[in-house]
């Protein structure tokens, strides 16, 4: 079985619409960053956005995602990140437990080919792509290595995924 689960159309266009009006809205912060694995560092800097307050995604959606993916959860964190042209992650892991999984999802209204901003994994030097195209989501165990890799000079745009971190119940 594959380690890496893509879904598409994830979420009802309500909720969709809902999603984009969300991160539209204030509360971005600037210097999160993602980091190797043993580098305390924060490595590079982006932009993001803390939900773990707000019901609908820890509650409403995190039901959906339970519901799509056939698993049942426990939520340890979510918010969103965003990367603009120059900003881009570092190699990095979220967990260090097979037990536990990052459902991330594209939130962006659309995308081209050309903008980049694929998430890129390590899978023992084997690199598998992503692209975010709108209203999709993978699902993966949080100790592969992956990334997101920067966007190109033609997307002048933020560059949106919401991470949901999920302990396997």
Known sequence: MKPIKR????????VVKK???????KGWQFGHGSYPPGDKRRGYPFWMKDLSDDSFYTEHLLNMIQELTQREYKLYHVY???HTFGTQGNFHVDWYDSSERTFLYYANERWMPEWGGKTIFNLNNQYEYYDPYPNTAI??????????????RLFTGLRVTIAWKLLLK
């Open 7 to 14: 879904y598409n159309n994830v979420f009802s266009s309500n």
């Open 19 to 25: 999603i984009h009006e969300d991160m539209a809205d």
């Open 80 to 82: 969103a990140n965003g």
């Open 139 to 152: 699902c993966f165990p949080g100790e592969i290595s992956h990334m997101a890799e920067g966007v190109s």
